[in-house]
């Protein structure tokens, strides 16, 4: 898969659980581990951008592509 989710990376940047981003977030524990892992099929933008918002940072901060 090409693209790779960096969220470990920004919750390890910003010192926050994955309990505690769920929250944030509104979405349970296991849904943020699957799109964390990289097992998600897709993530909508609602959800993109709570994450940049509880994470403080930019889409390209948490998706990437490598060819």
Do not use: H
């Amino acid at each position: 898969m090409p693209v790779i989710v960096d969220i470990d990376v920004m919750l390890a940047r910003r010192k926050m659980a994955v309990g505690e981003l769920a929250d944030r977030i509104g979405i349970t524990p296991t849904n943020l581990a699957v799109l964390k892992n990289g097992r998600a099929k897709a993530v909508r933008f609602t959800t993109l951008d709570a994450l940049c918002e509880a994470l403080e940072c930019q889409p390209g901060d948490i998706l990437r592509w490598v060819p």
